[in-house]
C-alpha cells in the first residue's frame, strides 16, 4: 500500500476553543498536524505543544482586543 507523510497546515477561524477547563472565542487558530501512514488508513497528529502555544496566543490577542474594543465604546458613549 502507499505509504504517506505529510505536513498539513490547517487554520481554525471564527472558533471557540476550550483548553485547561478556559474556554474562549478566537478570530483565528493555525494548528500544525502531520498525516502520515497508509492511504488506506491514514493517522493524524497535532503537534500538541505547538497548538497550545498558539490557542494561548490567539486567545490572548483575542481578548485584549475585545479589552480595547470594549474600552473605546465606553468611553465613546460620552461623546455622543
Known amino acids: 500500500p502507499l505509504q504517506v507523510n505529510l505536513p498539513l ?3 481554525l477561524i471564527n472558533s471557540d476553543i476550550k483548553v485547561a477547563n478556559t474556554s474562549t ?7 500544525n498536524l502531520t ?3 497508509s492511504l488506506n488508513n491514514p493517522s493524524v497528529k497535532i503537534d500538541a505543544g505547538d497548538f497550545l502555544q498558539n490557542a ?3 486567545g490572548v ?6 479589552k480595547v474594543e470594549n474600552g473605546l465604546k465606553n468611553q465613546l458613549k460620552g461623546l455622543f
Open 9 to 11: 497546515y490547517v487554520t
Open 25 to 31: 472565542h478566537i478570530d483565528s487558530l493555525p494548528i
Open 35 to 37: 498525516l502520515s501512514g
Open 56 to 58: 494561548i496566543k490567539s
Open 61 to 66: 490577542q483575542q481578548q485584549l482586543k475585545n
